[in-house]
C-alpha cells in the first residue's frame, strides 16, 4: 500500500542520516566511505551497475596529502532509443552537534508535525533518496522507466568537490558520451511554490592563519602584540555594515542586470515580512523583495564563518590562543573568478596586515574555488521541468536562482557540454547547513513523484 511504501521511504531516510557522513574533517571520511558504500548498495539492490571510481588525492592546507573517499558512477540498463539522464548528489553532509542548539538529535532522523528532522535530511541525502524511489517507483508498478538513468553520486560536495573535477574531465568521453541532460537536486525553492533553479553562486573559502603562541593574559598581556588582535583586524577589514565587500576590486566583473533578467524577479511569491520570520531578523540590509534576491543570488556576498584555535567554551579562560585560524568565504557569480578573487583578496590581506606593523606571520589559503553557474533558460530541460511541476503540484514552477553554491555545475556544463538544470524539492525553510535541518514529508514524497514525472515529461522531448 502507498503507507507502507511512505513508511519505507522515511525508514531509508532514518538510515542514511544516522551516518555521520561530515565531509568537513578529513580524518572521519571513514564515515563518508560507509555512507558512499551504503547507497551503492541500495543502486545495486535495485539493479544498477555501480562503479566506485577512484578519485585521486588531495593536499590539505597543512601540506599532507590525502586519499579522497570514491566517487558513484551508477548507470540502469541502457535502450539506445531512449534519452540518457543523468542525476547528480552527494551523500555527505555539514557538521551538527545537539550543543549547537538541534531541539533533537540530528543523526535521529525525528518526524515532528509532518516535518522529518536531521543532518542531511534535506542536503541532500533525501533528495538522492528521492530520485532513487522515483526509479523504483517505475520498476515496482512494472512500467518501463522512460528514459536511461545514470547516476554520480559523490561524498565531499560540502568542502568543494575535491576530485570531481578532474573525474569528470577523465570520463567525458566515457561515462558521459551518451548523456544528455544532467539534473541535480541540492538547492531550496525560494517560497511555497515548486521551483526550477536556473543560477548558483560559486565560492571561495579562506583560511587566515596566525602564528604560533601560547602565553598567560596576565603575565604577557600588553606586551605582545596578540595573533587574535590582528586576526580581528584583518576579518573587521573585509566588510562594511551595509554589507559591501571592502576587497578592492573584487565586485568589478560582475554582470550587469540587464532589463529582462529584472523582470524575472517580479512573479516571485517572495514575501519579505514572512522571510524576515522564518530568518528571525528585523530587517535585512535590502529594502525590497527584488533587492534582497538579487542580493543572495546574482551579487557576491562575503560571510564570516569562524575562528579556530580561539577559546569558545563557555566560563572565562584567561589564556591568549596561540594559533588561531580565521575562515570565511566569498560568494561568487557571473563573471567573477574564483582565481581572480583569490589573488585580489591576499593582496588586500597583505596590504592590511602591513598596516599592523605586527611581528606576527600570516598565511592566507584558499582551500574551495568553486564556480558559478547559470544556465540557459531556453533549454529544452525547463519545458520537462515545467510540465512536470504543473502535473503534480498543478502550478507554474517559480524560476529562480540559488545563493549557495554546487561547486561541479559549471563544470558539467562546459567539460561535457550537456545541459544542467536544478529541479529542487526541498522548503525555503528546510534549515539547509542550520541547526533543525529537515525536509517536510510533503516535499519529500511530492518531491519523488516530481522526478518520476520529470522522466516521463523528459522523454517526449526526445
Ligand atoms: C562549496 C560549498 C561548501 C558548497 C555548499 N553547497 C551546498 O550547500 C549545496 N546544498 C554551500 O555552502 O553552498
Known amino acids: 500500500s502507498f503507507g507502507s511504501v511512505k513508511y519505507v521511504f522515511s525508514f531509508r531516510l532514518k538510515e542514511w542520516v544516522a551516518i555521520k557522513s561530515d565531509s568537513g574533517d578529513h580524518t572521519k571520511w571513514g564515515e563518508v566511505e560507509?555512507?558512499?558504500?551504503?547507497?551503492?548498495?541500495?543502486?545495486?539492490k535495485m539493479g544498477g551497475k555501480v562503479e566506485l571510481a577512484d578519485a585521486g588525492t588531495h593536499q590539505l592546507p597543512s601540506g599532507e596529502t590525502v586519499l579522497l573517499p570514491p566517487v558513484i558512477l551508477a548507470e540502469f540498463a541502457k535502450d539506445p532509443k531512449k534519452a540518457t539522464l543523468c542525476i547528480y548528489g552527494h551523500v555527505d553532509v555539514q557538521p551538527a552537534k545537539m550543543e549547537d542548539g538541534w531541539a533533537t538529535d540530528p543523526f535521529n532522523l525525528t518526524e515532528i508535525k509532518g516535518n522529518l528532522y536531521g543532518r542531511g535530511a534535506t542536503d541532500n541525502k533525501g533528495p538522492v533518496l528521492a530520485w532513487l524511489h522515483a526509479v523504483e517507483s517505475y520498476q515496482a508498478t512494472k512500467k518501463e522507466i522512460p528514459v536511461n538513468i545514470k547516476l554520480i553520486i559523490e561524498g565531499l560536495e560540502e568542502v568543494g568537490?575535491?576530485?570531481?573535477?578532474?573525474?569528470?574531465?577523465?570520463?567525458?568521453?566515457?561515462?558521459?558520451?551518451?548523456?544528455?541532460?544532467?539534473?541535480?537536486?541540492?538547492?531550496?525553492?525560494?517560497?511555497?511554490?515548486?521551483?526550477?533553479?536556473?543560477?548558483t553562486r560559486g565560492?571561495?573559502?579562506?583560511?587566515?592563519?596566525?602564528?604560533?603562541?601560547?602565553?598567560?593574559?596576565?603575565?604577557?598581556g600588553g606586551s605582545i602584540q596578540e595573533p587574535m588582535a590582528d586576526l580581528i583586524a584583518l576579518l573587521g577589514s573585509l566588510l562594511d555594515h551595509t554589507g559591501k565587500i571592502q576587497v578592492v576590486g573584487v565586485s568589478d566583473d560582475v554582470t550587469p542586470l540587464t532589463e529582462d533578467e529584472r523582470k524575472l524577479y517580479d512573479n516571485i511569491s517572495f514575501d519579505l515580512e514572512e522571510m524576515k520570520n522564518v530568518v528571525g531578523v528585523k530587517h535585512f540590509l535590502q529594502d525590497?523583495?527584488?533587492?534582497?534576491?538579487?542580493?543572495?543570488?546574482?551579487?557576491?556576498?562575503?560571510?564570516?564563518?569562524?575562528?579556530?584555535?580561539?577559546?569558545?567554551?563557555?566560563?572565562?579562560?584567561?589564556?591568549?590562543?596561540?594559533?588561531?585560524?580565521?575562515?570565511?568565504?566569498?560568494?561568487?557569480?557571473?563573471n567573477?573568478?574564483?582565481?581572480?578573487?583569490?589573488?585580489?583578496?591576499?593582496?588586500?590581506?597583505?596590504?592590511?596586515?602591513?598596516?599592523?606593523?605586527?611581528?606576527?606571520?600570516?598565511?592566507?589559503?584558499?582551500?574551495?574555488?568553486?564556480?558559478?553557474?547559470?544556465a540557459n533558460l531556453?533549454?529544452?530541460?525547463?519545458?520537462a521541468g515545467q510540465k512536470a511541476v504543473k502535473d503534480?503540484?498543478?502550478?507554474?514552477?517559480?524560476?529562480?536562482?540559488?545563493?549557495?553554491?554546487?561547486?561541479?555545475?559549471?563544470?558539467?556544463?562546459?567539460?561535457t557540454g550537456k545541459s544542467v538544470m536544478m529541479l529542487p524539492i526541498s522548503g525555503h525553510d528546510d534549515g539547509e547547513h542550520s541547526q533543525n535541518e529537515?525536509?517536510?514529508?510533503?516535499?519529500?514524497?511530492?518531491?519523488?513523484?516530481?522526478?518520476?514525472?520529470?522522466?516521463?515529461?523528459?522523454?517526449?522531448?526526445h
Do not use: C
Open 288 to 334: 525590497t523583495k527584488e533587492e534582497v534576491l538579487m542580493a543572495r543570488w546574482r551579487y557576491p556576498s562575503l560571510s564570516i564563518h569562524g575562528v579556530e584555535g580561539a577559546f569558545s567554551d563557555p566560563g572565562s579562560k584567561t589564556i591568549i590562543p596561540r594559533k588561531v585560524t580565521g575562515k570565511f568565504s566569498i560568494r561568487q557569480v557571473p
Open 336 to 374: 567573477m573568478d574564483p582565481p581572480d578573487v583569490e589573488r585580489k583578496v591576499k593582496e588586500h590581506l597583505e596590504q592590511v596586515f602591513s598596516t599592523l606593523n605586527s611581528p606576527n606571520r600570516l598565511k592566507v589559503t584558499a582551500t574551495v574555488g568553486a564556480k558559478p553557474w547559470v
Open 161 to 199: 568537490s575535491y576530485g570531481l573535477f578532474k573525474l569528470i574531465k577523465k570520463r567525458r568521453d566515457s561515462f558521459f558520451a551518451d548523456v544528455d541532460f544532467i539534473v541535480i537536486s541540492d538547492n531550496v525553492w525560494a517560497t511555497t511554490t515548486p521551483a526550477l533553479t536556473y543560477g
Open 34 to 44: 560507509t555512507m558512499l558504500n551504503m547507497a551503492a548498495e541500495r543502486i545495486k
Open 392 to 415: 503534480v503540484f498543478g502550478v507554474e514552477p517559480e524560476f529562480i536562482r540559488e545563493g549557495s553554491t554546487i561547486p561541479i555545475a559549471q563544470t558539467f556544463q562546459e567539460e
Open 438 to 461: 529537515k525536509i517536510s514529508r510533503y516535499n519529500y514524497i511530492e518531491g519523488t513523484k516530481l522526478f518520476a514525472a520529470y522522466f516521463y515529461e523528459l522523454s517526449l522531448l
Open 378 to 383: 531556453q533549454d529544452s530541460q525547463y519545458v
Open 203 to 220: 565560492s571561495s573559502y579562506f583560511f587566515i592563519e596566525g602564528p604560533k603562541l601560547d602565553l598567560h593574559s596576565g603575565v604577557y
